[in-house]
């Protein structure tokens, strides 16, 4: 972000604190606030009567609420909550929307990032499509990688099935795969990435697309 312009919104930012299972954005709630996430990773969920199913994810590289707002409107019907916790600055939506309005370079970047929060669900509902269990599984864990320092991740079995969409059993054993091939190590509540890039060659081509669209928008901008 181009220095005038996050001089246009310092003043407005607050610093806190992101807590496990916390909701940042309700279904269909009216967006207050604006966070731009520090540490830790968000997921949006898709939710109806056969379950809930997480259909993006956003961590340091993302907001939560943008996409409403600057597309304009100012709600959604997807849930935003607290996957792993960390730390965001919080920006009142008006606050946000005065300093798009004055500057065109940050509307043209906010924009473009928009754009691959798209791009990522777009990508994760094909790779749920037609990929096995194994493969999204890899695909979801690199994401969550890419989003953290180090190498644990910390997440539990129930809530990965939940994320992924299916049973527990089926995470259970995909795990175990992924462990047995050396790519991750996993202790209750917590994984490890042991190799990358196995990882990466385990989730078939379903990593990578978004990720790049994202350094082409917006590292490369």
């Known amino acids: 972000m181009p220095p005038e312009d996050f001089a246009r919104l310092r003043p407005h930012l607050e610093p806190v604190d992101l807590l496990t299972g916390q909701i940042l954005l309700a279904p269909n709630a009216r967006t207050e606030h604006i966070h731009f996430i520090e540490t830790g990773i968000a997921s949006i969920t898709a939710e109806g009567a056969n379950g809930r199913v997480e259909v993006g994810i956003m961590g340091r590289e993302g907001a939560v609420g943008i996409t409403p707002v600057l597309l304009g409107s100012d ?37 473009r990032y928009v754009l691959t929060e798209m791009i990522q669900v777009r ?71 042991v190799n990358r890039e196995l990882l990466e060659e385990m989730a078939d081509g379903g990593y990578g697309t978004p990720e790049a669209e994202y350094a082409r928008l917006i590292e490369g901008a």
């Open 75 to 111: 709600r959604i019907p997807h849930n935003h909550f607290i996957q792993m916790p960390g730390s965001a600055l919080q920006i009142r939506t008006d606050a946000l929307t005065a300093a798009v309005e004055e500057s065109p370079t940050l509307r043209k970047l906010l924009l």
């Open 123 to 193: 990508q994760t509902a094909f790779i749920n499509a037609t990929h096995e269990i194994e493969a999204r599984l890899a695909r979801w864990l690199l994401m969550c990688h890419d989003r953290v320092d180090g190498d644990e991740i910390l997440l539990k079995h129930d809530f990965l099935s939940m994320m992924l969409g299916v049973r527990r059993s089926g995470v259970t054993l995909a795990m175990q795969q992924l462990e047995g091939a050396g790519r991750i190590r996993a202790r209750r509540g917590r994984i490890t990435v």
